[in-house]
């Protein structure tokens, strides 16, 4: 059998921590530095908490742009796994059920890269975290980029999404999301191409990533 544990003379693993608002932009540069450094990759996405014990009108009224819609002692727990070089069961989450559907076992890397809106105002996960990004994207930009996000992967319907958006995620973003900001050693335009703010990213860390 593999082991779950690397040799005990590895370095803990460096963590990049991505953050910003809903629709910046910031999981496709997660993915896409992931992708680049052959980081591993978690999105604070699949820890939103399991609420099949709840009828579907009920599920539907949730915020899931508050902070404890999420499971952060989970999150942080498996970022502390992956960091000191052990294998996660990370969970799958499903919005258009708003359950867990299943697990996928990831393995430690070089890199660690977590984003999610609220990895900067964890402060258990920007301890953790060598190097904080924030994605920085109009609010506009970001509407538009929710509307077709979620039409498409979680079957709301247009007014849905623009009355979610100025009910829970606007309001939620100016009270935790947009001043975590202040935490960020850089930040990305979240506009920008993808492959410029790749660049930027790396280019923070001087050589680290070369």
């Not at 990370?90 to 999610?116: A, C, N, W």
Request: proline residues 6%.
């Amino acid at each position: 059998m593999r082991p779950n544990v690397l040799p005990p003379d590895t370095v803990t693993r460096p963590c990049i921590a991505i953050a910003g608002c809903s629709g910046s932009g910031k999981t496709t540069l997660a993915r896409a530095l992931a992708n680049g450094i052959k980081a591993t990759f978690i999105s604070a996405d699949n820890y939103y908490y399991d609420l099949r014990h709840l009828p579907s009108n009920s599920r539907q009224c949730t915020n899931f742009d508050a902070p404890d819609a999420i499971e952060s002692p989970l999150l942080i727990h498996h970022l502390q796994e992956l960091r000191n070089g052990r294998e996660i069961d990370m969970p799958v989450y499903d919005f258009k059920t708003q359950t867990r559907k299943r697990h996928i076992r990831l393995r430690s890397s070089t890199f660690i890269i977590v984003e999610g809106i609220f990895v900067l105002y964890w402060k258990s996960v920007r301890s953790q975290s060598l190097y904080r990004v924030y994605v920085d994207t109009p609010t506009d930009i970001c509407i538009q980029r929710c509307t077709q996000r979620d039409a498409e992967e979680r079957s709301r319907t247009p007014s849905e999404i623009v009355q979610r958006f100025h009910k829970h995620v606007l309001p939620m973003a100016r009270k935790y999301v947009l001043p975590s900001r202040k935490f960020a050693d850089i930040c990305c335009d979240g506009t920008a191409p993808i492959y410029a703010n790749v660049q930027q990213v790396v280019a923070g860390f001087g050589t680290t990533l070369q």
